[in-house]
């Protein structure tokens, strides 16, 4: 591995602050090869990126490395060659050539297993480390996929999955794309949910970076993309504490598997501030601290100390998914994919948005973000002011339906929706007064679309359009069984959780799922891609028309509103230049 132009030293993954990636470790020190040695120590952190050239390795064999100045996929430099980790290679075509066979076979960014060639295995020193055969990644796909398949229970798959990511990452990936619409389910919605609430109790390798009170470090690595929690309010389930750590760690799973951004790009993260949920502060398994969570001007330092040093570390164009700043793909995300829902929806029942009249149960900041999305679009297509066009959009919260003679105890986001109505109370008569054409669930509460519920809505509609979107399963306001047979066959059903099929009177409906992971990787990857520092309500709009344009007629027959999770990846592809287009449209950055 050493030419007579190279040197070798030992480098410690531990020196300079973290070593490759968020949840890289290395289990010791390792021997690497690298070009002359012009570079500086504090350029290396761990990792030497060699020039590009062929090497003649001691058998004879060649060595292809990376250029060191390689930037694609969103500009940031390619240090561990995974842009080219699909390519024919004669060997590992990664710029880090860890002559080190253990700690090549740990470390979870490089490690192949049995995919390891023939001349990988003599240039790094694996012979006797794995058994002599060789096998393809299509064979490990085929074999990852039996073992989850074994098991029966959604948090065992989960937590499989969790271990192959810990081992072998690309074939991680490789077996997420292959299988995505069966394992979607497992990494994110809904059983990430189910693993975000017993964390502790499964927690076996230490994903992500943990920031709390008494706890700060900033990596110093090419990051991308930041998804940052404090796990407040996870899905539907509340305060998990530091165990929200899921969510982060399954949406930039996504963000590698849907929409092709580097794995070492993205940075999953927990803010640990306490937590309220008295069940963890008891449990002898909880991993966060154990106090109530921090509030006022604590928490609001230390969340300004955190965007600082983010800014300082990565720049101003760094993506961050947090649940009150910048991109928040719960309400900015999801909005964007039930717009495009109801626009494809139109094919099946006819007008423009401004035909439709919308009723929400659920009046939090998702309710109310889906419902601007949707006056936004309306706007823009007729050409109307905002508020005449918001008169159509109604909501119900906890006491009945927003009017004005409640404004002036409403939250600021609800007041916007305030419309002149006498109070109603119930949602039944909420829909046989106000008579939407489509019903949105938001509340977080299953089974709130009843019998009479739906009834009411087919009685005023030919085919109502009914989207349960609540997460995880449990909170649906309905399920698709029960849309579909109370509706006798006429509904437009999605939900936000996955359904399986129905079938009724003889004809099988397949429910869609308004799944957020639709929209953030492709968007995420578009605002990468313009290096845009702002998101625009406009860029979320161009999201939702791409989105609903890949709907086919194939995909209307069944019922369906949303494209199958098959296509994901030209999907996200689609979106992301979308989104890339209106930014420069824009004038964004």
């Known amino acids: 591995m050493i030419s007579s132009i190279r040197c070798t030293f030992l480098c410690n993954s531990s020196t300079g602050g973290w070593s490759s990636g968020s949840q890289r470790k290395h289990s010791g020190p390792s021997r690497v090869a690298c070009s002359a040695p012009s570079r500086s120590s504090t350029e290396r952190h761990g990792s030497v990126v060699m020039e590009t050239s062929l090497k003649e390795t001691s058998n004879g064999s060649t060595v292809a ?40 076979l740990r470390d979870p960014h490089f490690n192949k297993g049995l ?45 499989a999955m969790m271990d192959l990511q810990e081992r072998n990452e690309r074939l991680f990936y490789k077996l997420l794309i292959d299988n995505v619409e069966e394992l979607l389910p497992v990494v994110y919605t809904p059983t990430v949910g189910e693993a975000c609430q017993k964390y502790g109790s499964i927690f076996m390798h230490p994903q992500g970076l943990y920031i709390s009170l008494k ?56 803010i640990d501030v306490g937590t309220n949920n008295e069940k963890l502060l008891n449990d002898e398994l909880y991993i966060g601290l154990k106090h109530k969570r921090a509030t006022g ?64 149960l659920g009046a939090g900041e998702a309710g109310t973000g889906i419902a601007e999305l949707i006056a936004l679009e309306t706007s823009k297509r007729t050409n109307s002011p905002l508020d005449e066009v918001r008169k159509n959009i109604w909501l119900v919260d906890s006491k009945g339906l927003i009017v004005s ?13 305030a419309h002149e109505h006498e109070p109603v109370k119930e949602l039944v008569d909420a829909i046989n007064q106000i008579k939407p054409t489509v019903l949105i669930g ?69 429910p869609g799922q308004a799944n957020n992971a639709y929209i953030f990787p492709g968007f995420g990857l578009g605002l990468i891609m313009s290096g845009t520092i702002r998101v625009h309500d406009d860029l979320l709009l161009a999201a939702s028309e791409a989105l609903a344009s890949q709907v086919t007629q194939q995909d209307f027959d069944k019922g369906l509103i949303f494209p199958p999770f098959t296509n994901i990846r030209k999907i996200s592809a689609q979106i992301a230049a979308n989104v890339a287009l209106k930014a420069y449209e824009l004038g964004e950055p």
Not at 232 to 237: D, F, H, K, Q, T
């Open 405 to 417: 003679s409640r404004k002036e105890s409403l939250q600021h986001f609800k007041k916007p929706w």
């Open 215 to 270: 706890e700060k470090n900033w990596p110093e690595k090419n990051i991308q993309v930041i998804v940052v929690t404090d796990g407040e309010r996870i899905l539907g389930l509340g305060d998990l504490g530091c165990q929200g750590m899921g969510i982060p760690v399954g949406k930039l799973s996504l963000y590698t598997a849907l929409g092709g951004v580097r794995p070492s790009s993205c940075l999953p993260i927990t």
């Open 442 to 510: 938001t509340s977080g509460k299953g089974r709130t679309f009843t019998k009479e519920v739906v009834e009411a809505m087919a009685s005023i509609n030919e085919k109502p359009i009914i989207l349960a979107l609540s997460n995880p399963t449990s909170q649906a306001e309905c399920t698709a069984e029960e849309a579909y047979t109370w509706s006798q066959g006429r509904a437009i059903y999605a939900s936000g959780s996955p359904f399986a099929p129905v079938e009724y009177d003889g004809k099988v409906f397949v």
């Open 65 to 104: 490395d990376i250029d060191d100045n390689l930037t694609s996929a969103g500009g940031v430099r390619d240090v561990y060659g995974e842009d080219r980790a699909t390519e024919d290679q004669m060997v590992t075509p990664w710029s880090v050539s860890v002559a080190s066979g253990y700690t090549l």
């Open 297 to 360: 001007q604590e928490y609001s330092e230390l969340i300004h100390e955190f965007m600082t040093a983010v800014k300082q570390n990565y720049g101003e164009k760094i993506l961050i998914q947090v649940n009150t700043s910048c991109f928040n793909d719960d309400i900015q995300g999801t909005a964007s994919v039930v717009l495009a829902g109801l626009v494809a929806a139109l094919n099946l029942v006819g007008g423009s948005l401004a035909d439709h009249r919308f009723l929400f």
């Open 115 to 159: 995919a390891f060639t023939e001349n990988e295995r003599d240039a790094h020193y694996l012979r006797g480390l794995l058994p002599p055969i060789v096998i393809s990644q299509e064979t490990q796909v085929k074999k990852s996929i039996q073992h989850i398949r074994q098991y029966q229970v959604p948090l065992q798959k989960y937590m």
